[in-house]
């Protein structure tokens, strides 16, 4: 009966949110490292996951590259950041820029490692997903069962074709998507202020209504977005419009998160 308490008493781990995307190009690395850390600004506790294991970018956009993970029973520990949130990826475990030519069983083996990890009393663990329908994101439904999934995807239609694929991955099995963003989503010229639609402008909004998904937001195509996050200073970590877009993204999310925690 005391084993059996203690089982009971054992805490259940983070709950884990996966964002997707089912095609590459769509910012969804990005989106994702930016939405950690919005999620970290409203008070959650909040780690992150660098599951495309053949292209990590995620050491690179919290500016914490070359940085070991260290490890205790075989089991890593989360790389700090500067804003708060603890990052796992294979960037932090291989040479930079060395090719990664694993098969199927490796790189889901991988990602069970960086996902069960020591992420001590982290409340979210947010999983940025690779593009596609493979091995590694029928490993991440099947082995570790994400509570809710994000759908990231530019407006135009060959990106929302993708995206839908995705979501019946996650339908298909048993993964409620939490809902849709649209990123890359209108550019406003530094220069003369006009605004431009370069890949469209709510076709991910129309999607969402089509499927019945809430529409979580918009993310615009802004360059102080793209200099910032290869500086691995995330906007959402500071103020002005670009912070308060992926905020706002946030925000829609922590009641979901918190009547699951």
């Known amino acids: 009966m005391a084993e059996r308490a203690a089982a009971e008493a054992a805490p259940k781990g983070p709950l884990i949110l996966a964002v997707g995307s089912g095609k590459g190009g769509v910012g969804k690395s990005t989106l994702s490292a930016n939405l950690a850390v919005a999620l970290a600004r409203q008070g959650l506790k909040v780690g992150l996951v660098d599951a495309d294991i053949y292209g990590p970018s995620q050491p690179r956009l919290f ?19 500067r804003h708060g949130v603890g990052v796992l990826s294979m960037g932090h475990l291989i040479e930079d ?6 098969r199927g069983p490796m790189a889901s083996g991988a990602l069970g490692q960086l996902i069960d990890a020591w992420w001590g009393d982290t409340q979210v663990l947010v999983v ?3 593009p596609g329908t493979g091995d590694v994101q029928l490993t991440m439904i099947q082995k570790h069962k994400p509570a809710g999934a994000v759908i990231v995807s530019t407006p135009q239609d060959l990106a929302l074709m993708d995206a839908r694929r995705a979501m019946n991955l996650f339908e ?11 990123n890359m989503s209108g550019y406003v010229c530094p220069h003369c202020g006009n605004v431009s639609d370069p890949f469209g402008c709510g ?19 802004d360059l102080s977005i793209r200099t910032g996050s290869d500086a ?20 829609q999310l922590v009641p979901w998160i918190k009547a699951r925690l």
């Open 97 to 102: 820029g060395r090719a990664i030519a694993w």
């Open 172 to 182: 298909a099995a048993h993964v409620p998507v939490v809902g849709m963003v649209e």
């Open 232 to 251: 691995g200073q995330p906007p959402a970590a500071g103020e002005g419009p670009q912070a308060e877009a992926f905020l706002r993204l946030a925000r």
């Open 203 to 221: 076709g991910v909004e129309q999607a969402a209504d089509d499927l019945g998904l809430p529409f979580l937001g918009r993310v615009p195509l």
């Open 63 to 81: 500016d914490n590259e070359g940085v070991k993970p260290e490890a205790k029973d075989s089991k890593m520990f989360p790389v700090p950041s």
């Open 128 to 130: 940025d997903l690779p």
